[in-house]
Structure formats: C-alpha cells, structure tokens
C-alpha cells in the first residue's frame, strides 16, 4: 500500500491550500480516509476523515468551517481543502487509510500512512 501525500507549501494566514494523496496497491474505494497532522514537538492531531464512499466526513472542531475533505474513488486519492490558514495550522499533513475502526479519530486506528507534507503558515 502507498499513499503519496502532496500540495504542501509556505503561506500567509488567511490563505488557502489544498492537499492530495494519492494511493495505489489498495481497494481504495472500500477505504476511510482520514488526514492528521503533527506540529513540531507534539503528538498526531487529528483534522478529518471521510468514509469509503465520501457520503460522510468529519472534521476536529479547531478545522470545522474552514477545512474539506473529499475524495475522487475513480482517481484513488483524496484531498483536503485548507480556507483560512490560520498560523497554528503549521504541522506537518498526513494522509492515512484504514478499512474500519471503532475511532476514526485515533491515529493508531490507521494502518496505512503516506509520507507527510509541509504546511506552513505565516502570519
């Protein structure tokens, strides 16, 4: 399984971003995928996940309104929308794929990850 995360840059607060990851060797469409981050020094935070046939998403309630997740099961990738970066977005943006989960919301619950791409956000 490879998920292949990119669209990751330097920004100024208030601007927009949006990631892809793309995946390959996986029953994508059969998929949630979720997107986490991880700031310098921290732990995985949790920003959205969207089910297998993109029907359902959720989001962390520090990304609500300003972040959107989707996902195009014919290309095999899903992306995240980024409105409004505010500077405490700055975190390195993972993609990761698992095929059920009591908590989508737990990093740990992800067998599948991409690499991580760089947003930074200045203010």
């Known amino acids: 399984v490879q998920l292949q995360a990119s669209g990751g840059g330097l920004v100024q607060a208030g601007e927009s971003l949006s990631l892809s990851c793309a995946a390959s060797e996986l029953a994508f469409s059969r998929y949630t995928m979720g997107w986490f981050r991880q700031a310098p020094g921290k732990e995985y935070e949790y920003v959205a996940h969207?089910?297998?046939?993109?029907?359902?998403?959720a989001y962390a309630d520090s990304v609500k309104g300003r972040f959107t997740i989707s996902r195009d099961n014919v290309k095999n990738t899903v992306y995240l929308e980024m409105n409004r970066l505010k500077p405490e977005d700055t975190a390195v943006y993972y993609c990761?794929?698992?095929?059920?989960?009591?908590?989508?919301?737990?990093?740990?619950?992800?067998?599948?990850w991409g690499q991580g791409t760089q947003v930074t956000v200045s203010s």
């Open positions: 969207i089910s297998p046939s993109g029907s359902r998403a």
């Open positions: 990761a794929a698992t095929w059920t989960s009591p908590d989508y919301y737990q990093s740990d619950q992800y067998p599948y």
